[in-house]
Nanobody
Framework: QVQLVESGGGLVQAGGSLRLSCTAS????????MGWYRQAPGKQRELVAT???????NYGDSVKGRFTVSRDNAKNTVYLQMNSLKPEDTGAYYC??????????WGQGTQVTVSS
């Protein structure tokens, strides 16, 4: 089992920045890819960004050039730096970790609200 704890959400004005953090505990040695997904009210959960243990990244089209995902393997922590935030970035942001078995683990979610 893997436990994920997120922090860093909040309210910010459009054009502002926020940084999310997610720390993993438990069977951390099984984790390969970590990342972030988000879900706005009435919409499906969507990819924001992922990063492999080796540092390979993948971004959703709507955040490319504005968000940066990074990872500190020694601290078992993944970060999401969000710049130039837009109202459409509002939603619950969920940390995700994939184990070597392919089983996904999810954090409890942290709310990001961007006001116009």
């Amino acid at each position: 089992q893997v436990q994920l704890v997120e922090s860093g959400g909040g309210l910010v004005q459009a054009g502002g920045s926020l940084r999310l953090s997610c720390t993993a505990s438990g069977n951390i040695f099984s984790i390969t890819t970590m990342g972030w997904y988000r879900q706005a009210p009435g919409k499906q959960r969507e990819l924001v960004a992922t990063i492999t243990r080796g540092g390979r990244t993948n971004y959703g089209d709507s955040v490319k050039g504005r968000f940066t995902v990074s990872r500190d393997n020694a601290k078992n922590t993944v970060y999401l730096q969000m710049n130039s935030l837009k109202p459409e970035d509002t939603g619950a942001y969920y940390c995700n970790a994939q184990g070597i078995t392919g089983i996904p683990y999810w954090g409890q979610g942290t709310q990001v609200t961007v006001s116009s």
